[in-house]
């Protein structure tokens, strides 16, 4: 009964994406109370539900969510819809044509989710993307297009969470990372916001008129423009060559007999420290003295959580 009542939660709120504990509570004959336990369980397994107090509350399912990939297989997801197709031949009704809209809509894909903009095309996947991050990212793509405010929570550095309500107006991909650049009516103002932190987003129906942005203002130099630069002189090895290419352009690189010598100015700090960090022995920081200090240093304590 349990299970079944919570799944049947999780159909309604895929099909409407919003409803309140009442509706719920009465379509499956159980108390409120038993909704809120039961959507708290389904909250713990993974589903991003967002419980809205107060008016123009409720229980919601952000549009960046579907059925993960693995709840059925391409087999199951035909025959599902083969089934109710067949049976709205028969019976036609909302219900049976709803569900099968629903289930088109979540039917897997072989393909990557690949963004094409003119010229352009971005696999927008990360390492271990389960589709999610592209779904999620598809839902700023078409809110930003139809000017449509989003309802996000963000979850910021420190892990503070935090709800407000953006006007998206650009989309920005910098260094690996896609953000959205929007006005916060929380703020008052255009704030840059990392697409990888929104843990849901919801599409409040509310349309907005664009603003004018100034783009020579957009901070696009993000956190670096009180940072302090270091020249950083590092020797590269063979291997990891292509990926310092690609890090630091191919003019920063230069022969000096028989070893690879890159050269740069970049701000200081844990973002240059990761990065370093991630080439492994593929580099080795011959200056300043001050950088490489701090890598003996990192590595030592890695190497401390590997004993032999």
Request: charged residues 30%.
């Amino acid at each position: 009964m349990k299970f079944q009542v919570m799944l049947k939660i999780l159909f309604t709120l895929l099909k409407k994406r919003k409803s309140s504990a009442s509706a719920l509570a009465a379509e499956n004959d159980v108390s409120e109370r038993s909704i809120y336990r039961y959507v708290e369980e389904l909250i713990v397994a993974g589903v991003p539900l967002d419980i809205i107090r107060g008016r123009n509350g409720g229980i919601f399912l952000p549009d960046t969510y579907k059925l993960p990939e693995n709840f059925f297989t391409e087999e199951e997801y035909a025959a599902a819809k083969n089934a109710i197709d067949a049976l709205y031949e028969q019976l036609p009704g909302e219900a049976l044509k709803s569900a099968a809209e629903k289930l088109a809509q979540q039917q897997k894909s072989g393909a990557r989710n690949l963004s094409i903009s003119g010229n352009i095309l971005v696999d927008s996947g990360t390492w271990g993307d389960a589709y999610d991050f592209s779904d999620k990212l598809k839902v700023f793509e078409e809110a930003t297009e139809k000017r449509q405010c989003l309802d996000l929570a963000y979850i910021d550095r420190e892990g503070a969470e935090s709800r407000r309500v953006i006007e998206p107006h650009l989309l920005v991909y910098k260094q690996n990372i896609w953000y959205i650049y929007a006005w916060c009516r929380n703020r008052n103002d255009f704030r840059l916001f990392k697409i990888a932190r929104v843990r849901s987003a919801r599409i409040t129906g509310e349309i907005f008129e664009r603003r004018e942005i100034d783009r020579d203002r957009l901070p696009l130099k993000f956190n670096f423009e009180n940072a302090e630069l270091v020249d950083l002189k590092i020797s590269v090895e063979k291997k990891a060559l292509p990926d310092v290419e690609e890090w630091l352009g191919i003019g920063n690189i230069r022969r000096a007999g028989d070893a690879l010598i890159a050269e740069a100015s970049l701000p200081a700090g844990e973002v240059l420290y990761s990065k370093l960090m991630s080439f492994g022995d593929g580099i080795r920081v011959l200056a300043p003295e001050t950088i490489a200090a701090e890598m003996r240093e990192r590595a030592e304590k890695l190497l401390r959580l590997y004993p032999q």
